[in-house]
């Protein structure tokens, strides 16, 4: 296995030409060094928070702050789940931000994830950040973002490397590059006055990464000198060992080509750029051409390449219309929809709506990603349509080793708590039990219990005199985004969504004489959207018309009735009536129209 690989890189190294050589050593240009703030000497506690990122996979956003300066670390988004219809984002409120907007020092990225950059335009749309530090892919993909929406900032994009060392008022800020599935990934460490804060990002120990070593020499140097309060990835919590390396993905990726005969597929994360390379080392050495699909892929892909991250030749790169034009045995399409998600490319391949590309006998499908929990139903849907097909479908519940995670399992965890030898404990970057399970594996190593902090996202810490203790919590919910609105979208609006999604609608007409407190009609009771009982629900529409009626004018023997009275008399009658024969809730809308005589005086009511 080892000898394939090397033949793999042999070969590549081979036939990438000048060209790329060149592209390479545009990269090697020396990074703009990161401007000095000045630095402030500030004596006062220092507050550690998260707005985002504990009790879910998603939206990080930690911050440091003391009486003075404020720094924020990411700015991630949570892709919502299946309940929340119509919103395309989750972010944290940044109202404390705003609150203390002047003290915002800067921005610092740990890497170029989505859940850790997503909400950047936001971030920056919400409150004056002066500056965004962040690695150098982070960097490009931001600054896409930033000219994607369109947006008018004045923030200044410095790139920082692992020698970089940057004053942000009181606090020294330094980085450590670590292994996680995308390159320039980096744990980052604060210097305060109060004591040290370590956090680690989100990384494994790949000790054969595709890329740069994590630098465990510096952790263990850092630990050396003391950590006060370590924050760090949970989400592998659960995962007994180590997780395996991103090289043996290689292996099994290179056997798949070794057998495919037909198409070549592949779906695997956007950001997953070290994947990305491997899948096209194999691509080369088996001379199939790339054609990329799906936006997302796309961008990140010419990011990649711009920046020397991705190495694959020019001539390699074909696009959809060249497809008519190449044997089935020499194409390989890289595709994003490894989720199953409806818009995705892969879906839309999968369900004939991709202009150009249908799948067919012979053609070989890889999901190389594993299921975010949650999307299993949607990728079997994906699944199922593409075996249908014709098509030799390959999960990695098929062939392990077509995934590896980019964070650390268990034996990961525990080396890098003996490493950081951390005073205190905050575990990061999970949901809860992930959260509590990384917090038992400090305790199990020897940490007292009130050292380990499981903690939600408003939840502060206090470091002074390089003790820690718990502080007050601050306001740090979801807001909901709906397109690239920075308001976001209501919790009320997104319950009726919810309800008109999962149990439609009864609409319930009232013609009205007020003046002489009388129904001129019987009610009309019509239902949208809501489950059909065939027969019976014309009989439950009429029992429900009847019910009403019988309520209102029991409701006009009462003196003051107002036209909210009769509405909730309405609401009250149906909802109780549908639950009853239904077990469902959907939304009752009363409309109550009054004789039109009775207008102005219905008014004055
Ligand atoms: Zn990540
Ligand atoms: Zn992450």
Redesign the pocket.
Known sequence: MIRKNIDVMNKVDEILNEELEEKANETKKPVEEPKIIPHKKYTSPVMVYALGGLGE?GK?TYCVENDNDLIIIDA?VRFPEDELVGVDYVIPSYKHLKDVNQKIRALFITHG?E??IGAVPFLIKSVNVPVIYAPKLACALIRQKILDQKIKTSVKLVEYNDTSVVTAGSFKVSFFRVTHSIPDSYGICIDTTEGRIVTTG?FKIDLTPVGPDIELHRISTMGEEGVDLLLA?S?NAEKEGWTPSEKNVLNAINDIFDRAHGRLIISTFSSNVSRIQQILDCALKHDRKCIIVGRSMVTAVDCARKFGYIRFPDSYFKDVSDLKTLKDSEILILCTGSQGEAMAALNRIANGTFKGISVSFGDTVVFSSSPIPGNGASIAKVVNQLTRMGANVITNQIIKDIHSSGHPSRLELKMNLKLFKPKYFMPA?GEYHMLKLHGDIAKELGMPDDHVFILANGDTLILKDHKVTQGERLQAEDVYIDGYDINGVSTAVIRDRKILHDDGMVSVLVLLDSKNSRLISPPRVNTVGFVSYGKYENHLTRHAATMVEEGLNELFNSKHVTFNDIKNTVRSIVSKYYFRKTQRNPMIIPLVLDKRENLPAARKK
């Open positions: 996979v990080n991630g994830h859940d850790h989100d990835d989400t970057h």
